[in-house]
């Protein structure tokens, strides 16, 4: 019998995961962290405790069995942990990339109250990337139900939801506006930290399910929500489009040429491959000196890729402090590396014009912290007499995005006061047959947590569809029953008598 694991016995510290020099990959979009080899990940899983409360699942928001995977890569089972994560989370490579596992599951990690904790998030890119590698695929029995079920964005909220319909036996169709599927995976990350071709492979998997991807097909201009259900014969929608409309400061200047939002920039460079000019011909403003509005994790994209794309000096410009950043602290220590110029408690107050048109700088006011404000962080307040100019030819809003209106303008959807769509608990909207999740429900969230609310509309829908739902109790405890079967599935059994 294994001898039971304490803080004590495991390895001390966090197993390290090499990185390509700053130098060398501020010049290029090669993958920034480079991941594990195998000793490397056996040495990191032998750091979990298996604590029988299992605190860092409740962190998650899909609910992975964290112990259970790690324990199979501590066994050497990789095809095992493979097998494991995925029952709860279709795209492990991504999320072991992008997903904030300081503040989810690592956060609630026992190892982390007295040493680092586990580096849950690294060991889900380990086994993630072994299966891509290895041409892993987990497909079950599928029973064909005659349900069509359309699927609209294919983010991670669409992307889940289409494969737990899929797995019900449904026919999915999923709606991209963009030319190719994948969502803010796509257009908003860059290759730096979630490279294409692991997101072409996740969406394969999808494809290997049966779900079917229309591209170039932006659902409200070509057709409507209700034309969907009335017209088209699908028998549930699900919306998850994300919130991708940018936010800009409104402030004298915003109109300017070299002003954009980080969202126009990333999708050109990424989606659009405006970084490989000329090989493709996307537009991609180039500045020499760039500012960056904002401090966010698409602050730090919008960062990086200015300094890949050739700028001579790159400066992130945040109102509050380092400690205030919301960006993933992994994200600002790269940032500092690869040689962005932080300018903290600094705030715009107007892009400055060249007389023509053109950006030229931006007068900034240097902020003092204030008491908390509703976020929990402490409000900035301006210093009087600390205006200040700013050289730029290149403004870039990181600041957040809004729901896009389009939904709402073309449908009969019924929106929250913040023009997102409003949702009953279990993620139906005012129309029919129709459910919505992910950013364009909560607002801007995590790859993981739109999966998970992915998860639960396809719960919702197969439950509104009639689909036997195979991870649901049959009925409640102290519910009544036929030989096992509650009375509400209306259901028959067969009996066999001897």
Request: one cysteine or more; aromatic letters at 6%.
């Given at each position: 019998?294994a001898?039971?694991?304490?803080i004590?016995t495991?390895?001390?510290?966090?197993?390290?995961?090499r990185?390509?020099?700053?130098?060398?990959?501020?010049?290029n979009?090669?993958?920034?962290?480079?991941?594990?080899?195998q000793?490397?990940?056996?040495?990191e899983?032998d750091?979990?405790?298996?604590?029988?409360?299992q605190p860092?699942?409740?962190?998650?928001?899909?609910?992975?069995?964290?112990?259970g995977?790690i324990?199979?890569?501590?066994?050497?089972?990789?095809?095992?942990?493979?097998?494991?994560?995925?029952?709860?989370?279709l795209?492990?490579?991504?999320?072991?990339?992008?997903?904030?596992?300081?503040?989810?599951?690592?956060?609630?990690?026992?190892?982390?109250?007295?040493?680092?904790?586990?580096?849950?998030?690294r060991?889900?890119?380990?086994?993630?990337d072994t299966?891509?590698?290895?041409?892993?695929?987990s497909?079950?029995?599928?029973e064909?139900?005659?349900?069509?079920?359309g699927?609209?964005?294919?983010?991670?909220?669409?992307?889940?939801?289409?494969?737990?319909?899929?797995?019900?036996?449904c026919e999915?169709i999923?709606?991209e506006?963009?030319?190719e599927?994948?969502g803010?995976?796509k257009?908003?990350i860059?290759d730096?930290r979630?490279?294409?071709?692991?997101?072409?492979?996740?969406?394969?998997?999808?494809?290997?399910?049966?779900?079917?991807?229309?591209?170039?097909t932006l659902?409200g201009?070509?057709?409507?929500?209700?034309?969907?259900?009335?017209?088209?014969g699908?028998?549930a929608v699900?919306?998850?489009?994300?919130?991708g409309?940018p936010?800009?400061?409104?402030?004298?200047g915003?109109?300017?040429?070299?002003?954009?939002?980080?969202n126009?920039?990333?999708?050109?460079?990424?989606?659009m491959?405006?970084?490989?000019f000329?090989?493709?011909?996307?537009p991609?403003?180039a500045?020499r000196?760039?500012?960056?509005?904002?401090?966010g994790?698409?602050a730090?994209?919008?960062?990086?890729v200015s300094?890949?794309?050739?700028?001579?000096k790159?400066h992130?410009?945040?109102r509050?402090?380092?400690?205030?950043a919301?960006a993933r602290?992994?994200?600002?220590?790269?940032?500092?590396q690869?040689?962005?110029?932080?300018?903290?408690?600094?705030?715009?107050?107007?892009?400055?014009?060249?007389g023509?048109?053109?950006?030229?700088?931006?007068?900034?006011v240097?902020?003092a912290?204030?008491?908390?404000d509703d976020?929990?962080?402490?409000?900035?307040v301006?210093?009087?007499g600390?205006?200040?100019d700013?050289?730029?030819?290149?403004?870039?809003?990181?600041?957040?995005?809004?729901?896009n209106?389009?939904?709402?303008?073309?449908?009969?959807?019924?929106?929250?006061?913040?023009?997102?769509?409003?949702?009953?608990?279990?993620?139906?909207t005012?129309?029919a047959?129709?459910?919505a999740?992910g950013?364009?429900?909560?607002?801007?969230?995590t790859v993981?947590?739109?999966?998970?609310?992915?998860?639960k509309?396809?719960?919702?829908?197969?439950a509104?569809?009639?689909?036997?739902d195979?991870?649901?109790?049959?009925?409640?405890?102290?519910?009544p029953?036929f030989?096992?079967?509650?009375?509400?599935?209306r259901?028959f059994?067969r009996?066999?008598?001897?």
């Amino acid at each position: 019998m294994a001898k039971k694991k304490t803080i004590r016995t495991i390895p001390q510290e966090r197993t390290p995961m090499r990185e390509q020099d700053p130098l060398r990959r501020a010049r290029n979009f090669e993958e920034v962290a480079c991941g594990y080899n195998q000793d490397e990940a056996l040495r990191e899983a032998d750091r979990c405790l298996l604590c029988p409360d299992q605190p860092c699942i409740g962190g998650c928001p899909v609910g992975i069995d964290i112990p259970g995977f790690i324990a199979r890569v501590a066994e050497r089972d990789l095809r095992g942990a493979y097998e494991v994560l995925t029952a709860t989370n279709l795209l492990p490579s991504v999320c072991g990339r992008v997903c904030p596992q300081e503040n989810q599951c690592e956060g609630e990690c026992t190892v982390g109250e007295s040493l680092e904790p586990v580096a849950i998030g690294r060991l889900e890119r380990f086994v993630g990337d072994t299966a891509l590698r290895e041409g892993w695929v987990s497909v079950p029995f599928i029973e064909p139900v005659r349900r069509r079920v359309g699927i609209v964005g294919s983010g991670p909220a669409g992307m889940a939801c289409a494969a737990d319909m899929a797995k019900a036996g449904c026919e999915v169709i999923v709606y991209e506006a963009f030319h190719e599927p994948g969502g803010v995976l796509k257009y908003g990350i860059p290759d730096f930290r979630l490279p294409n071709p692991v997101i072409d492979a996740e969406i394969d998997k999808l494809r290997a399910l049966g779900v079917q991807f229309e591209c170039n097909t932006l659902v409200g201009r070509l057709f409507t929500l209700e034309q969907m259900i009335a017209e088209m014969g699908f028998d549930a929608v699900f919306v998850g489009v994300g919130a991708g409309y940018p936010s800009m400061l409104g402030i004298p200047g915003d109109s300017l040429n070299g002003v954009l939002s980080a969202n126009e920039l990333l999708t050109r460079c990424n989606l659009m491959r405006g970084r490989d000019f000329p090989a493709f011909d996307t537009p991609l403003p180039a500045g020499r000196r760039v500012a960056v509005v904002g401090a966010g994790n698409t602050a730090m994209d919008a960062l990086r890729v200015s300094l890949r794309l050739g700028a001579d000096k790159v400066h992130c410009i945040y109102r509050r402090s380092r400690a205030e950043a919301p960006a993933r602290a992994e994200e600002v220590h790269h940032a500092e590396q690869e040689g962005i110029e932080f300018h903290w408690l600094t705030n715009p107050v107007e892009v400055l014009g060249d007389g023509q048109g053109n950006v030229r700088g931006m007068r900034c006011v240097r902020m003092a912290l204030g008491e908390p404000d509703d976020s929990g962080r402490r409000r900035p307040v301006p210093v009087p007499g600390s205006e200040f100019d700013f050289e730029a030819d290149l403004v870039v809003y990181a600041i957040g995005t809004n729901a896009n209106p389009i939904m709402g303008q073309t449908s009969g959807l019924k929106l929250n006061k913040w023009g997102y769509i409003a949702t009953d608990d279990n993620l139906a909207t005012s129309i029919a047959g129709v459910f919505a999740g992910g950013d364009i429900v909560t607002g801007a969230a995590t790859v993981i947590e739109a999966m998970g609310a992915g998860r639960k509309a396809a719960r919702a829908m197969k439950a509104y569809l009639g689909i036997r739902d195979a991870a649901q109790p049959y009925r409640e405890e102290g519910e009544p029953a036929f030989l096992g079967i509650a009375a509400h599935e209306r259901n028959f059994t067969r009996v066999h008598l001897a």
